[in-house]
Each structure stands twice: as structure tokens, then as C-alpha cells.
């Protein structure tokens, strides 16, 4: 099993920029595809955004495109979620966890595990 950890969350004003970190501990994550999410206070789950292996094939849900990107160094061993023009309804904990490349590609991608998560804050 991927163990994850996010970083990179905080707070920030309507209108500004985050970078997330996904970083991969004790074990590599070159082969894996790996997918963002959110959850929102008393809100379910939410699929951001996911990247194959190779970060050639990506994805989006509707509400980010255009805003957010997703992007790797796997030499670094980490993924990067690159957030612009935050909006209040941005403010969540944000979490990556690996997925099925094929579900990536199709934009139905899922997670069983997860890392513990960052704090996004955007005020307005």
C-alpha cells in the first residue's frame, strides 16, 4: 500500500493561488496514477483532478478546470495540484490517493486510501 502525505495547504484570499504537494513515503510512486480530492465541512468526497503514471494523461472535474493543475515530478517522488483563482467554495481538506490508470483516463477515478489530508482556506 502507498503511504501519502499531503502539504502545501494554508490560508488564502478569493482570487489567490496554492500548491499542493502528494509526496510518497517509504516507497516510490513513479508507477502509480494518483488522483486529488476534497471534502468540504459536511460535504461527501469530491474528485479533483487525477494524473497517470507518466503524467501524460489527465484529468479534471468540471468545477476546477481551467483553474487547477495537475502535474509530477517523479523524481521528486511527488505530485502537485497548481490551484488558481481560488473561490470560498474552494475551502476543503484536500487529499490524493493512488488510482486505477484506466478509471483516470476514463475521469471516473477513485481512491481506497488516502493520505491525511491539507487544509485549504480561501476567504473572501
Known amino acids: 500500500q502507498l503511504q501519502l502525505v499531503e502539504s502545501g495547504g494554508g490560508l488564502v484570499q478569493v482570487g489567490g493561488s496554492l500548491t499542493l504537494s502528494c509526496t510518497a513515503s517509504g516507497s516510490t510512486l513513479d508507477s502509480d496514477a494518483i488522483g486529488w480530492y476534497r471534502q468540504a465541512p459536511g460535504k461527501r468526497y469530491d474528485g479533483i483532478s487525477c494524473?497517470?503514471?507518466?503524467?501524460?494523461?489527465?484529468n479534471y472535474v468540471d468545477f476546477v478546470k481551467g483553474r487547477f493543475t495537475v502535474s509530477r515530478d517523479n523524481a521528486k517522488n511527488t505530485v502537485y495540484l497548481h490551484m488558481n483563482n481560488l473561490k470560498p467554495d474552494d475551502t476543503a481538506v484536500y487529499y490524493c490517493?493512488?488510482?486505477?490508470?484506466?478509471?483516470?483516463?476514463?475521469?471516473?477515478?477513485?481512491?481506497?486510501?488516502w493520505g491525511p489530508g491539507t487544509q485549504v482556506t480561501v476567504s473572501s
Open positions: 494524473i497517470s503514471s507518466g503524467g501524460e494523461i489527465t
Open positions: 490517493g493512488a488510482v486505477d490508470p484506466e478509471l483516470c483516463r476514463l475521469g471516473a477515478w477513485s481512491s481506497d486510501y
